[in-house]
């Protein structure tokens, strides 16, 4: 079993920036990537970045590239997304999730396990 627990979501300013933790437990040896996916309402979720454990290779989402990094602190299993450059349209509910599947990227179905989600909230 692996439990995954999301922190750092809040309200921010346009153009303000947030950091993200998502913190493993349990079985977190076995996980190969870990990803930040987002939902805002009357959306899908949508797959947001990733980062595989073995490498550290990343993905982005084009609407991210360039405002967003992801991170990981092996010792801690916890992976981190930097925000900057907020904009509304950044407004959801953020999850970390985890795979054991090494080339897992953007994809939900690739991941089994999530977080509760955390709530970020770019408004003035």
């Known amino acids: 079993q692996v439990q995954l627990v999301e922190l750092g979501g809040g309200l921010v300013q346009p153009g303000g920036s947030l950091t993200l933790s998502c913190t493993a437990s349990g079985f977190a040896s076995n996980l190969n990537v870990f990803g930040w996916f987002r939902q805002a309402p009357g959306k899908e979720r949508e797959g947001v970045s990733s980062?595989?454990?073995?490498?550290?290779?990343?993905n982005y989402a084009d609407s991210v590239k360039g405002r967003f990094t992801i991170s990981r602190d092996d010792a801690k299993n916890t992976v981190y997304l930097q925000m900057n450059s907020l904009s509304p349209e950044d407004t959801a509910l953020y999850y970390c999730?985890?795979?054991?599947?090494?080339?897992?990227?953007?994809?939900?179905?690739?991941?089994?396990?999530w977080g509760q989600g955390t709530q970020v909230t770019v408004s003035s």
């Open positions: 999730a985890a795979s054991h599947f090494t080339f897992a990227r953007l994809a939900s179905t690739s991941y089994a396990w």
């Open positions: 980062i595989r454990k073995l490498d550290g290779s990343t």
